[in-house]
T-cell receptor
Framework: EDKVVQSPLSLVVHEGDTVTLNCSYE??????LLWYKQEKKAPTFLFML????IEKKSGRLSSILDKKELSSILNITATQTGDSAIYLC???????????FGGGTRLMVKP | DGGITQSPKYLFRKEGQNVTLSCEQN?????MYWYRQDPGQGLRLIYY???????QKGDIAEGYSVSREKKESFPLTVTSAQKNPTAFYLC????????????FGEGSRLTVL
């Protein structure tokens, strides 16, 4: 059974801080790892990392996949209050039918 | 604008009643999914459908049923057999061949009284 574990469970920082969120996984026949941001209700897609693309960056957010350690990190630099959300990590296997999600990290950025 | 619409946003149900949650998409996506979200547990897959008139059970299908009669619609019924139905339910869709990039609706929060 595929398994995804995220840490920390929650995090409180101040604006301008840099944060690192962690995701570790156990999956048979890994295909991709994905990050989503859930601000209020609907999660929105951030990044997809595969064997052929182990690092992605978009503005202040970046993510790296470590296939040897079966893990990924999501970095957010110069945090803003708008970054406050639950960040979800998910993995997809080669069957490609579904995602397995981790429990999420709740980030709160204080002004 | 293209997207996924879930209704109702909030729903209260008495024990022993079945309830149906609606999910409609106009993204022309073939695949649709239902997830359940409980605090601290991330998203768990209930059912998914990759094509009309076909669907498969996810990890926690017991006590739920679905149908996929139209490409645009994937309603979820929470039956009285579901022992702990109070939760936040999210519907999602994806393009064929890209199950990873999911597009989510705004969710339906079900409370059983």
């Amino acid at each position: 059974e595929d398994k995804v574990v995220q840490s920390p469970l929650s995090l409180v920082v101040h604006e301008g801080d840099t944060v690192t969120l962690n995701c570790s996984y156990e999956v048979t026949n890994f295909r991709s790892l994905l990050w989503y941001k859930q601000e209020k209700k609907a999660p929105t897609f951030l990044f997809m990392l595969t064997s052929s693309g182990i690092e992605k960056k978009s503005g202040r957010l970046s993510s790296i996949l470590d296939k040897k350690e079966l893990s990924s990190i999501l970095n957010i630099t110069a945090t803003q209050t708008g970054d406050s959300a639950i960040y979800l990590c998910a993995v997809e296997d080669n069957a490609g039918n579904m995602l397995t999600f981790g429990g999420g990290t709740r980030l709160m950025v204080k002004p | 604008d293209g997207g996924i619409t879930q209704s109702p946003k909030y729903l209260f149900r008495k024990e022993g009643q079945n309830v149906t949650l609606s999910c409609e998409q106009n993204l022309n996506h073939d695949a649709m999914y239902w997830y359940r979200q409980d605090p601290g547990q991330g998203l768990r897959l209930i059912y998914y459908s990759q094509i009309v008139n076909d669907f498969q059970k996810g990890d926690i299908a017991e006590g739920y049923s679905v149908s996929r009669e139209k490409k645009e619609s994937f309603p979820l019924t929470v039956t009285s057999a579901q022992k702990n139905p109070t939760a936040f339910y999210l519907c999602a869709s994806s393009r064929t061949g890209w199950p990873g990039e999911l597009f989510f609706g705004e969710g339906s929060r079900l409370t059983v009284l």
